[in-house]
Nanobody, 124 residues
Framework: QVQLVESGGGLVQTGGSLRLSCAAS????????MGWFRQAPGKEREFVAA????????HYADSVKGRFTISRDNAKNTVYLQMNSLKPEDTAVYYC?????????????????WGQGTQVTVSS
């Protein structure tokens, strides 16, 4: 079992930056593919980014490509999401999740474990 705890959310102005962290405990962190999703009020949870076990490969939603960067530090059991050039439409609760294989990483139903989420609010 894996426990995930997100942090780093907050209120930021349009064009600003935030870095989210997701700390993992439990089974070996490096054995999991990790992903970030977000959910705005009244909307479904949507894929943001994913990273392979070693960090060698990443995948992004088109809406965040070029602005967000996912990374991980397996020695610290942590995955990060660096968010730059933030827009009001990025406002949401951000969740990290883990899954076992690099397959259909954009499908939230394939993720085994989730954190509790961290709120990101971008003011205009």
């Amino acid at each position: 079992q894996v426990q995930l705890v997100e942090s780093g959310g907050g209120l930021v102005q349009t064009g600003g930056s935030l870095r989210l962290s997701c700390a993992a405990s439990g089974r070996t962190f490096s054995s999991y593919v990790m992903g970030w999703f977000r959910q705005a009020p009244g909307k479904e949870r949507e894929f943001v980014a994913a990273i392979t076990r070693t960090g060698a490969n990443t995948h992004y939603a088109d809406s965040v490509k070029g602005r967000f960067t996912i990374s991980r530090d397996n020695a610290k059991n942590t995955v990060y999401l660096q968010m730059n050039s933030l827009k009001p439409e990025d406002t949401a609760v951000y969740y990290c999740g883990s899954l076992s294989t690099w397959d259909r990483v954009g499908d939230s139903s394939r993720y085994d474990y989730w954190g509790q989420g961290t709120q990101v609010t971008v003011s205009s």
